[in-house]
């Protein structure tokens, strides 16, 4: 009997130990489930994530190329503005900002999206500056354009009047040309003698050498309505055949400046008092040794002119 009792439980405790392998087997089941879960859902939300840090990498790398775009345009307006004299200082503070924006986009590993939207406000900022730092830069083209027209009728007109004051002063010019030579006077109705030792007068105007002591020249200073009444220098010139003037100045002989401004000698001279009514004027002159054979020339001088002139012979 007792053999039989242990006969029956022995499948009682097999059926039991079945029981704890399905049991355990089922818990392992469960668990690898579990892993499987967790390990997909990680897989998930790191592909997620990956995809959100290469679009927010896109977006930066867009807007950074977006602030270096307006920094080129914002540079190239400053220049402009500057060039044109105009005030830089808007541009110059907008640049340091889109600076500071792009540094701040590069160190964003968290809040990225605080910090992308300010590099959206400063970039929208930026693009009003550079729109209205344009429209500077026709306003100033604009008013520097205006300024060279007026600079140039200003100039056209200060021709025109520098043409007119020159068109004047040459007329004075002339005129005073004209007055200077209207005043010059003229001598006139000339008169060559040969006197002897004695004081006898040759008048013919050929006279022979060695009669000759002196010789006198007469002649009227013409009325001229032009001319000034006053004192001047009137220089009688005495011209020798070979073109040569007799010029000593012990013996009154000296020299002046032509209206040419040169130098010119004379024989004589006399200062006078012009009374503008037809005045005789004499010289007598001694040579001191023979007079040479030939054409010899009186000319007579005042004020740089030559107002008149006679001619005798020498035999």
């Not at 009997?1 to 022995?10: F, G, L, P, V």
């Not at 679009?55 to 307006?77: F, G, P």
């Not at 701040?104 to 970039?123: C, G, H, V």
């Not at 040569?244 to 009154?252: E, M, Q, S, V």
């Amino acid at each position: 009997m007792a053999e039989t009792k242990i006969q029956a439980e022995e499948p009682k405790k097999s059926g039991s130990n079945k029981g704890l392998l399905i049991a355990f087997i089922i818990i392992l089941a469960l668990i690898n489930g579990v892993q499987l879960f967790l390990y997909r859902s990680n897989t998930n939300t790191i592909k997620d994530q990956s995809t959100t840090i290469s679009n927010n990498k896109s977006k930066i790398d867009s807007m950074n190329v977006q602030l270096d775009n307006l920094k080129k345009d914002l540079e190239a307006r400053l220049q402009e503005i500057a060039s044109l004299q105009g005030d830089t200082t808007l541009l110059h503070n907008q640049i340091l900002a889109l600076d500071k924006a792009k540094r701040s986009l590069q160190y964003t590993n968290s809040n990225w999206q605080k910090k992308y939207d300010e590099a959206i406000a400063i970039r929208d900022a930026s693009v009003r500056v550079r729109d209205d730092a344009s429209k500077e830069v026709d306003r100033l083209k604009d008013l520097l354009a205006k300024q060279d027209t007026i600079i140039t009728n200003q100039k056209f007109l200060i021709v025109e009047r520098e043409d007119t004051i020159m068109k004047i002063t040459k007329e004075k010019q002339k005129l005073a040309t004209k007055v200077a030579i209207a005043s010059v006077l003229r001598a006139e109705n000339f008169s060559v003698e040969a006197l002897t030792a004695k004081g006898k007068a040759d008048t013919d105007g050929t006279f022979k050498a060695k009669k000759i002591d002196k010789i006198r020249v007469t002649f009227t200073l013409a009325e001229n309505m032009v001319a000034e009444k006053g004192g001047r220098d009137v220089y009688f010139r005495l011209l020798e055949p070979d073109g040569a003037a007799l010029f000593d100045l012990a013996n009154g002989g000296g020299s002046f400046q032509s209206l040419e401004g040169k130098e010119v000698f004379y024989t004589m001279k006399q200062t006078i008092l012009f009374e503008n009514k037809g005045q005789k004027v004499t010289y007598e002159y001694k040579k001191g040794s023979p007079y040479k054979p030939g054409n010899n020339k009186v000319e007579i001088y005042c004020e740089g002119v030559k107002i008149g002139e006679s001619k005798f012979i020498v035999k």
